[in-house]
Structures are given as structure tokens and as C-alpha cells.
């Protein structure tokens, strides 16, 4: 039980950390529309080396835009990572035997104000429309034979330039274009673009701000809104743990693309799935991944029980009960930068994201490392509790189990059924009748053989279900029992299903 679960939380120590990524192969779709909370999405990439931190960071600034714009921007992370490799290799008292590709938000962030954000298409031409780029870690190759070489005697930033340009196999027009920009060695401050460059400043890409005291977004530069955002570790006192996430939650409410660091341990993930259930005790983590975040699921909301993710809310008293001191969170969703791999929801709909899990982000084995590691969002979002938030009904219930809500202090005309668990509500529902002695006093569903002619097998339209009922598609096996009455087995038919005239129907 979570309610049981989070009572038992342990506390967390976790500092910020460089992140340093994995990835996973495989293709890329756009993200889902309809969720708890509606965080517009880009599309799904899939990350080649380990600058996830860059994917997470345009993934975030791809969302800013879309919600100020309504469009979709397709961000370069191959120009960042050029300079990123840039500052790194100019910078080293000694060149270091490979190229570091972690890095942090911040960075991200410093290297948009500094160079800009460039089109996908712009800096690479070929990988206009792909999502995940060979061009990457053919550089990365390029610059570790490099460091044994040419950059063990000579890392002036002429010679640094003239290599990342062979490295990352620009063409003489963009070469062009970043030496009319930036100069061809000391690189100066992104202020004019060359002509036809498609780069964009941070001072002048617009994106959505939206303050947690305001009912409002409003439209700023980029600039303007990185300046708001700071990374947040996990805290070390278990007591401070639902104010914390209470934070994450409401930036979420708002439709904040809200950013996860956390610690990767592939022998606890479900990779069928697409989820990281549990961290496994004694696990050894492989690496520290950032992503943003797309929903979350909620348990034990007051009145209400589960609230699933996928499922949009647009009810503000109903999302200001999720921030309920009560309320859990089994898992958050997350759009991922490993490609189009397993969808969690089971729905087709979210191909390319995990869920996260409490038991994974959160273990309580002493022994399992924490997956958190950190969140990214507004400074101006808080811990505080709503309120005005109602008072869970099933606190009165005498003892586990379903209460109709009109014997635990609601009106009597009142048609919710409540499961409750430990005096929270697990689940909710509302009767189509009336609510009666724990249970719900609704008619029986119709049985759809009992318009069968004879004993067979017959499709739901068949049987007169409309095309838009959710049993259109049931192939039912119509029998009657010893006293005549239809009984209706059936199997979902999952490519849909056939009316054979004079015989029995099919599924596809």
C-alpha cells in the first residue's frame, strides 16, 4: 500500500553530480497530447553519446517555445555539443585522454547565451530530419585519436576550430557562417548572424513564463526565463520528501517542463515495459541520466483515489487535491532521449518514455542506491499545501474496504463509491443510479447475446453494438445454460472483427 509505503521513506543524502549518459537504440515519435498535467512536448529523440544533459536541456527549451508558440522547434544538440567541446579542450591545463560529454544543466544553459541555439538542420544539413545523430559520435572518435595526436602539442583555439570543423565534418558554407559569427578562433559572444545562419539568440527566442502567482503565462526571451530555473537536490530529512515533490507538482500543474536527474541501473529496469520499477538492492548504477518530465500518477487523492497518468485533468480543485499531504506518487513519466523504445502505458501512445517509480526513484532497502538525484524547475514554486483542499471522507470509515460517500458525511443523493485503505481513498466511482450498502445499485450491463438467434459466435456490431462501443470489436461465443439464458464469452478481436453472412463471424 502507498499510504503504508511512504510512512516507511527513508531520508536522502544525494549532492549534484555530473551527468553523464547512456543511451539506448532505436526511432522516434512525437509526444502524446493528453495527460495529468499538459506539458507540450517535442519529439522524441535518441542520443548517440553521453550528453543526454543537452537532449534534456533543448527538450525543455523546444516546450518553453511550443507553449509561447504553438510551434515546434527542432533544436540542434550537435552545435551545443561542438562548443561544449570547444570550452572543455581550450580550457585544460593538459589534454585529458578522452572527451568528456557529461556536463551539466547550467552549462547547457551558459552555452545557449553564449552561441546561441541553432536549427537541427543549420550546423548539420543531413541530420535535418533524423533523431539520432552519427555525426556525434563519429566527432567524439575524431577528437579522442586527436588527443593522442595533434591536440597533445597544439590546443590554440585556431588549431581547436579548424579540428572541431574536420571532427564534426562541416560543410564550407557553415564553416562560413560560424567564422563570419564567431570568428575562425577565440569565438566572441554570439551578437550579430551571419546571413541566412539559422541560429537563434537566447535574448530573442521566445518562450512561455509562467510564475507560480500568476494565473497567467506570459511571452519572454529565453534569457529571461533560464535566469528562474535551479536544480533542487533530493532532501536528507524524509519529513521534508512530500514538500518537495509538492514543488515538482505544482510546476507540473502549470505545464512546466520540468527536469529529472537521476541515477541509472539497467539491471533494475523492465525494458519490455519501458519502466524502472524498483532499484535493486547492492545495485551498481552505470551512469547519471537527465531527462524532462512529461506526467506523473497520483494514489490517494482525497475523494478521488487514483488519478492515472495519461489522463488529462483541467480541474483546478482536483489537481490542487493531488498536492494533498496524503497523496503518493507511484511513479512520474518521463520523455526519454534513448528513442522510440517500449511504450509504458501499454496504449501505443507513449513510445519512447519510462515511468519512474517510487521504489526506484525512492528505495526503502537500505541497501539500493537512490535513483533520484534531482530536479530542475522554477525557484518560485513552493512546498505549501493548498488550501481549501476537502477532507478525505473515508477518515470516518470504521474500516478497509467500499463505503458508499453518502454514509460517510456526503449528501444522500450522492453517488460515489469510495474504496478506502488505512482511512485514504484508493479509488473512487461514481454510480450510474445510486450508491447502497457499499456498493453500487446500478442495473447489470446488457448481455449482447440475448439478441443472438441461435448458439455462436457473433461480433458486438452484430449483436446491434454501436461501432463506437468499447465491445464493438468482441467476437462473443453465444451459448445459453440448462435454463435457456444467454451467457456471453467473448474475446477481444484486436484487428477488429468480421460479419460472415450464413456463418460465424471472425476476427481480422
Not at 526503502?364 to 512546498?383: C, R
Not at 470489436?473 to 445459453?480: D, I, K, P, V
Request: charged share 20%.
Amino acid at each position: 500500500m502507498w499510504a503504508m509505503l511512504r510512512k516507511a521513506l527513508l531520508g536522502l543524502g544525494l549532492g549534484l553530480v555530473l551527468v553523464g549518459c547512456g543511451s539506448d537504440q532505436s526511432d522516434a515519435v512525437t509526444g502524446p497530447e493528453d495527460e495529468i498535467v499538459d506539458v507540450p512536448s517535442s519529439r522524441v529523440k535518441n542520443q548517440s553519446i553521453g550528453n543526454c544533459w543537452l537532449y534534456a536541456s533543448m527538450g525543455w527549451v523546444e516546450s518553453l517555445h511550443m507553449r509561447a508558440t504553438g510551434k515546434e522547434l527542432n533544436l540542434s544538440e550537435t552545435y551545443l555539443t561542438y562548443w561544449d567541446w570547444y570550452e572543455k579542450l581550450v580550457r585544460a591545463t593538459a589534454a585529458p585522454d578522452t572527451i568528456a560529454t557529461g556536463g551539466f544543466f547550467t552549462t547547457a544553459t551558459r552555452l545557449m547565451n553564449t552561441y546561441g541555439l541553432a536549427e537541427e538542420g543549420a550546423f548539420i544539413p543531413g541530420e535535418a530530419e533524423i533523431d539520432r545523430s552519427a555525426v556525434q559520435s563519429k566527432a567524439e572518435s575524431y577528437i579522442n585519436t586527436a588527443l593522442k595526436g595533434t591536440f597533445k602539442t597544439d590546443r590554440s583555439p585556431k588549431t581547436l576550430r579548424a579540428e572541431l570543423d574536420k571532427a564534426f565534418g562541416l560543410t564550407p558554407e557553415v564553416i562560413a557562417h560560424m567564422h563570419a559569427t564567431f570568428g575562425d578562433a577565440a569565438p566572441r559572444t554570439l551578437t550579430t548572424v551571419s546571413p541566412g545562419f539559422k541560429l537563434f539568440k537566447s535574448s530573442e527566442l521566445m518562450v512561455s513564463q509562467k510564475r507560480a502567482t500568476s494565473a497567467t503565462a506570459t511571452t519572454v526571451p529565453l534569457r529571461d526565463e533560464i535566469s528562474r530555473w535551479r536544480e533542487n537536490s533530493a532532501p536528507s530529512d524524509r519529513g521534508q520528501l512530500r514538500g518537495y515533490l509538492r514543488r515538482i507538482q505544482k510546476a507540473l500543474h502549470d505545464a512546466q517542463p520540468v527536469l529529472i536527474v537521476w541515477n541509472v541501473d539497467w539491471e533494475s529496469r523492465n525494458g519490455s515495459q519501458g519502466t524502472f520499477p524498483k532499484m535493486q538492492p547492492n545495485a551498481k548504477i552505470d551512469g547519471v541520466h537527465m531527462t524532462v518530465l512529461e506526467d506523473y500518477q497520483a494514489a490517494y487523492v482525497p475523494n478521488l483515489g487514483t488519478l492515472p497518468a495519461g489522463v488529462n485533468v483541467s480541474d483546478k480543485s482536483v489537481l490542487d487535491a493531488a498536492l494533498s499531504s496524503q497523496v503518493e506518487i507511484p511513479f512520474f513519466r518521463i520523455k526519454n532521449s534513448w528513442g522510440n523504445t517500449a511504450d509504458p502505458s501499454g496504449t501505443g501512445t507513449f513510445k519512447g518514455y519510462v515511468d519512474l517509480y517510487d521504489a526506484y526513484l525512492f528505495p526503502t532497502d537500505a541497501t539500493a542506491p537512490k535513483g533520484i538525484v534531482s530536479f530542475v524547475l522554477p525557484s518560485d514554486y513552493d512546498t505549501s499545501t493548498p488550501a481549501g483542499i476537502p477532507a478525505d471522507m473515508c477518515d470516518k470509515a470504521t474500516s478497509d474496504g467500499s463505503f458508499c460517500a453518502s454514509t460517510l458525511g456526503a449528501s444522500s443523493t450522492d453517488k460515489r463509491l469510495l474504496t478506502c485503505d488505512t482511512g485514504l481513498t484508493s479509488a473512487m466511482k461514481t454510480c450510474s443510479t445510486s450508491c447502497s450498502a457499499g456498493a453500487c445499485a446500478d442495473p447489470p450491463p446488457p448481455n449482447p447475446c440475448e439478441k443472438a438467434t441461435a448458439p455462436g459466435k457473433y461480433c458486438g456490431t452484430t449483436l446491434g453494438l454501436a461501432a463506437t462501443d468499447v465491445n464493438a470489436a468482441m467476437l462473443y461465443s453465444c451459448q445459453q445454460d440448462v435454463d435457456g439464458k444467454w451467457i456471453s464469452p467473448g474475446t477481444k478481436c484486436e484487428k477488429g472483427c468480421t460479419r460472415v453472412d450464413g456463418d460465424s463471424d471472425r476476427c481480422n
